[in-house]
């Protein structure tokens, strides 16, 4: 059967709205999902029990993919400031753990990251 658990009321900026969301992760301590709201320049956690709006726990960031580690640390790749970040959930700013020195070839910069993945070592 089909169940909508985030957004379906059309596209748009309200909580209970996405505009291409990218990415969807499963947060089995707090019983809730994360979705990289990527047209809204946000990641947005919804309750797996009540998925009427959303709350907005990361703003302003081009997001494209996420993770989530064991210790709950969120991960996530800025495509516009070509960085991956980690952030505890009601954090000011991320963490910088790849990238962030400008879009290019050396192993200090990223171009564009999308889809992320932290195993259980949290590398």
């Known amino acids: 059967y089909d169940e909508t658990l985030a957004g379906g009321n059309g596209k748009g900026k309200q909580m209970n ?12 301590e707090n019983d809730s999902f994360i979705i990289s709201d990527y047209g809204n320049k946000r ?9 009427g709006n959303g709350q907005i ?21 800025d495509c516009e400031k ?3 970040r980690k952030w505890k959930i009601g954090d000011q700013n991320g963490k910088l753990v790849a ?3 400008g879009k290019g070839p ?16 949290c590398s």
């Open 17 to 28: 709205q996405l505009i291409y969301p990218k990415d969807v992760i499963i947060d089995r």
């Open 43 to 51: 990641i947005m956690k919804w309750s797996r029990q009540n998925s």
């Open 57 to 77: 726990i990361i703003s302003n960031i081009n997001c494209y993919g996420l993770a989530i580690d064991k210790y709950g640390f969120i991960y996530v790749s």
């Open 82 to 84: 070509h960085a991956i």
């Open 99 to 101: 990238g962030g020195n």
């Open 106 to 121: 050396n192993l200090n910069q990223l171009n564009h990251p999308s889809f992320i993945f932290v195993d259980n070592d």
